[in-house]
């Protein structure tokens, strides 16, 4: 059973205040999660998460994130200008981009930012593009193969496929990259790399870890290079359905301490520092999109319309991915009734629901779909010419603030040349 964290009459006074739709985001949610994942990596001085910020390019979220001890992980231009503005520098900027154009590594270079190098290639580039190396810098590693764990709580499982994603070193590549990059002159070196994406298993993360040490040991000693730290990445991944189990953050971070005591202290490497780059476990489960009931329809199949659509929330039309939903003051009543829950575009794959056991829905109900914390408004779009909504924060003292205002028509229309 998934709760929400607003109840109906505190949405319905939020609604009288910012129409439907919106998502809105839980502080106090944010904050306690963000704790247990430091906590899990206490043991590790130099520990620091860099939240991907791609999953929800909002500075009100990376604000309170940095109050947490988040950095910043960014890739483009706009995703820099943001942490900047948002107070974020230096080395609390990972800048982990790909197919990466010269003027994005300038800025990154400006800002102090630590330097996640895609390619090979791009070693080079980057010289050419900034006029030297900097003295820290990390590259990304891709195994290729596919990747496994051995044995989950699901089973065995395949988790994802790194030898069919564009991203990252092979093996002999990342040897040559290091040694390049020494010879530039850079100094501090650290290892990257992203294996599969909203991981459902405490395994997941110690499995990679071990990966990657192994590797940061075999790179130590063939090119003689100092790695100062490894980047576990993102990847871990959130419940967004109702049955399923959500990871243990402890269990988690001591299942990477195991690895790291049995791989890099004998080897002389206790002083690595660990980052994560997580962007769906740090604000998945604390944003909800709040819509409002507009129409029933009643064909071969019954269809409730809502005021939202896939502009609010591509991930269910893109991937048919599942979110589930709340019928507000419903949260009791039995799910007797079968429904898809649509939007408006002019496109069948805008459901929010297909044949979704709900309670009976009325118009006027006010709708919560969960986990839309992530991905969710970062993803939005105008097709058409849907504006994309207002996202709110509901504060730690219980109070709503308008963190980024609906798109207007104005908006809408600001770049055509009439
Ligand atoms: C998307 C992304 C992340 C965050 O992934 P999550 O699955 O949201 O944790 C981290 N690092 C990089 C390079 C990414 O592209």
């Not at 994603?165 to 990257?192: N, V």
């Not at 604000?283 to 709040?290: E, F, M, S």
Request: charged letters at 20%; one cysteine or more.
């Amino acid at each position: 059973m998934k709760t929400p964290f607003v109840t109906r009459d505190q949405l319905e006074a939020i609604a009288a205040q910012y129409p439907t739709p919106f998502h809105i985001y839980d502080e106090a949610g944010i904050r306690e999660n963000a704790r247990r994942l430091r906590q899990a990596f206490s043991w590790n001085p130099g520990y620091r998460e860099y939240f991907a910020v791609k999953a929800t390019p909002t500075p009100a979220i990376l604000k309170i994130l940095k109050e947490e001890g988040c950095g910043c992980d960014c890739s483009s231009l706009a995703e820099l200008t943001m942490a900047q503005r948002c107070g974020v520098t230096g080395e609390n900027i990972m800048f982990s981009s790909n197919n990466t154009p010269a003027e994005e590594f300038q800025m990154a270079h400006q800002l102090g930012a630590i330097i996640n190098l895609d390619d090979l290639t791009l070693v080079d580039y980057l010289a050419q593009s900034i006029g030297t190396v900097p003295e820290t810098i990390c590259c990304r590693y891709n195994p290729g193969g596919v990747f496994t764990l051995a044995q989950t709580r699901e089973g065995f499982q395949v988790m994802d496929n790194p030898g069919d994603a564009k991203y990252g070193m092979t093996r002999p590549q990342i040897a040559q990259a290091f040694t390049r990059l020494a010879e530039l002159g850079a100094k501090h070196f650290g290892i990257h790399a992203f294996l599969a994406s909203n991981t459902l298993s405490n395994d997941y993360y110690p499995a990679l870890a071990r990966i990657l040490f192994q590797l940061a040991v075999e790179l130590h000693a063939e090119t003689g290079v100092h790695i100062s730290f490894i980047n576990l990445s993102g990847g871990i991944g959130v419940p967004y359905r109702p049955d399923q189990t959500p990871n243990d953050i402890a269990v988690i971070g001591e299942g990477v301490r195991r690895a790291y005591e049995e791989i890099l202290v004998p080897a002389g490497m206790d002083d690595v520092a660990l980052y994560t780059e997580l962007g769906r476990f740090m604000l998945a489960p604390y944003g909800h999109l709040v819509t409002r009931v507009t129409h029933e329809k009643h064909i071969y199949k019954e269809y409730i319309g809502v005021d939202a659509c896939a502009c609010n929330l591509m991930r269910p039309a893109m991937y048919g991915a599942y979110h589930h939903i709340t019928v507000m003051g419903k949260e009791t009543a039995p799910c007797d009734h079968k429904y898809d829950v649509v939007g408006g575009l002019c496109e069948n794959n805008d459901k929010f629901a297909v044949d979704r056991m709900l309670p009976k829905i009325d118009v006027g109900d006010l709708l919560v779909i969960h986990d839309t914390g992530a991905h969710g408004h970062a993803m939005g779009y105008n097709y058409n010419g849907k504006l994309r909504s207002a996202e709110l924060l509901l504060k730690t003292d219980g109070s709503v603030e308008l963190i980024r205002r609906a798109e207007t028509l104005e908006d809408y229309f600001a770049t055509v040349v009439w």
